[in-house]
């Protein structure tokens, strides 16, 4: 990436004010109000990829303010998408206000008044046309909502994009560059279509193989008997909110399934004719940690007791 301003250099008294004249008052047009005025730290680097800008920034603790006499000396409208590093970053446009932080993205608008509130914060920012960005998405909702979870799903493969496009953007002949800002475009205007922020993936073919890895998952450790809808969130690097999404579109609840799973594979060895446990043994590997509960469990999902349901072992 080509080093846009870098306070590395300069002497500490010099720093934040070498800042607002290169960064503020030229580059990108905002006020900057900060405490850690006597030993500033902070880059920019920067990348063009067609219509597309990737700037890795690194910032001390400051507020940014975009406001409408900046604005009029603006001669792009475009947005802005801050992929988090490392830190957290308030966002606030239109009466609203959004904080992120590592795994998480937000798109707002880089041509109308906003205010940035960070602490020491890395971020690459994705500056996109906003006519690219209409031709591939339309939001339904105000922009500052657009947040993007990036440690999952459509969000985590844009963040890795951007992070593979940003090490090899030195490397990159111009043609190259343009086609992968394109794809990139591509790719977040799909993630941004999939829904809100906690909700993890799109209908179809992704949401299907997410829902298939969950379920593995589950499969896997049906034996804990700590094994819970959060255990799984995490296991999974999902919100509970966004795994209870996942699941009511199946029509069954998380721990439904959990349940539904022990008791089929209960009945599953009861009735093989081959396991040589007893029944307490087989439910107590399928994680049920009460007899009592797995006996009145199991009659009212399969209509008869574990005993009756139990086939003797081949001999």
């Known amino acids: 990436m080509d080093l846009v301003f870098s306070t590395h250099d300069l002497p500490a008294a010099r720093r934040y004010r070498a800042w607002q004249d290169a960064?503020?008052?030229?580059?990108?047009?905002?006020?900057?109000?900060?405490?850690?005025?006597?030993?500033?730290?902070?880059?920019?680097?920067?990348?063009?990829?067609g219509e597309l800008t990737i700037t890795d920034c690194?910032?001390?603790?400051?507020?940014?303010?975009?406001?409408p006499n900046h604005i009029?000396?603006?001669?792009?409208d475009c947005f802005y998408l801050s992929l988090t590093q490392k830190g957290l970053q308030t966002a606030e446009?239109?009466?609203?206000?959004?904080?992120?932080?590592?795994?998480?993205?937000?798109?707002?608008?880089?041509?109308?008044?906003?205010?940035?509130?960070n602490g020491v914060y890395r971020a690459f920012y994705l500056e996109i046309a906003r006519e690219a960005m209409a031709r591939r998405w339309a939001p339904s909702r105000p922009l500052l909502t657009a947040k993007l979870n990036t440690a999952y799903g459509l969000g985590r493969i844009v963040a890795s994009m951007c992070g593979a496009m940003v090490l090899e953007a030195n490397t990159l002949q111009d043609?190259?560059?343009?086609?992968?800002g394109e794809k990139l475009?591509?790719?977040l205007a799909l993630a941004l279509d999939c829904g809100p922020a906690d909700t993890p993936l799109c209908e179809g073919p992704i949401r299907d193989e997410r829902m298939r890895q969950i379920k593995s998952y589950i499969n896997a450790n049906i034996g804990n008997p700590l094994l819970n809808p959060e255990r799984v969130a995490r296991a999974n690097q999902l919100s509970v909110r966004a795994l209870h999404y996942l699941f009511k579109k199946s029509g069954q609840s998380v721990s439904d399934y959990i349940w539904e799973q022990r008791l089929e594979r209960c009945r599953a060895e009861l009735q093989s004719g081959t396991s040589s446990r007893t029944i307490t043994e087989i439910a107590f590997a399928s994680g049920f940690n009460s007899m009592s509960h797995f006996s009145s469990a199991f009659r009212r999902r399969f209509g008869i007791s574990p005993s009756s349901a139990r086939v003797a072992p081949l001999v």
Not at 72 to 76: M, V
């Open 58 to 67: 690194y910032l001390s603790p400051q507020e940014i303010n975009r406001r």
């Open 93 to 117: 446009q239109r009466g609203q206000c959004l904080s992120f932080g590592p795994g998480e993205a937000c798109l707002f608008s880089a041509s109308e008044p906003y205010t940035l509130r």
């Open 175 to 180: 043609p190259a560059r343009v086609q992968l």
């Open 185 to 187: 475009i591509d790719l």
């Open 23 to 49: 960064l503020c008052e030229l580059y990108v047009h905002v006020d900057s109000h900060s405490d850690s005025t006597d030993d500033y730290h902070g880059f920019v680097k920067e990348a063009r990829f």
């Open 72 to 76: 009029a000396h603006i001669d792009k």
